[in-house]
């Protein structure tokens, strides 16, 4: 197998472990080379240690919540894809009730078609409209990765915040998506191809041997 370098673009410090704490642990488990950007670099408390737990590595910008430009933003991406050189990118999906989701969502999407990279969104329960998935990773052996991950975190947060958003969202999101596609736990993602070669629906292929 080779190993792959793959970077999850993150607008807040618990984002990544909501959308995917599972998949990165897999990832890691896996010897693939996990990055993980914080954009905001308030309420980070503990995210050096959750990404620790995943075998990611961390990386945060100084924006605040709410106060992300984006055309800086845009230039400091595109600094880590450089020095990075990742292949696979993950980030928000792309239509999110959250001005700071959304726009990390576009300059991720963006520079990493530029750079010809795979590209994968993933979800936030509370604030990605009309979530739509056609890749899903069975987490079931790493759920308690997941939750030990953002407990790490939880100082971070406003306690409403952290027992009615956040946590939910870390307990209840996989069992659902779970029972979707009939594992216990799951994250789910959607695929949205490469620049190069391109072909957006290449992870719809049917596999006729295996069905
Ligand atoms: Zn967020």
Known sequence: MILKKILVVSAHSDDSVIGMGGTIKRFTLN??????????????????????????????FQYS????NQH????????????LDPQIVFTHWDKEILYDHQIVSEQTVRLARTFEKQIYLFEIPASSIDFDFDVAVDIT??????????????????????????????????????IQVGCEFA?????????FPLAPYRKKLLDIASI
Not at 32 to 57: N, P, Q, T, W
Not at 65 to 68: A, L, S
Request: proline share 3%; net charge positive; with cysteine.
């Open 72 to 83: 800086q933003l845009s230039e400091d991406l595109r600094k880590v894809f450089q020095e």
């Open 31 to 60: 010897g693939h080379e996990v990055h993980v950007i914080s954009v905001c670099g308030d309420r980070i408390v503990g995210f050096e240690d959750a990404m620790k737990l995943l075998g990611a590595k961390p990386m945060y």
């Open 65 to 68: 919540y709410g106060k992300i």
């Open 141 to 178: 052996q790493f759920f308690e990765f997941r939750k030990k991950a953002i407990e790490l975190m939880k100082d971070a947060f406003e306690e409403k915040v952290y027992l009615k958003e956040i946590l939910p969202s870390i307990v209840y999101a996989p069992g659902f998506r779970g």
């Open 187 to 195: 994250e789910v993602f959607k695929y949205c191809g490469s620049r």
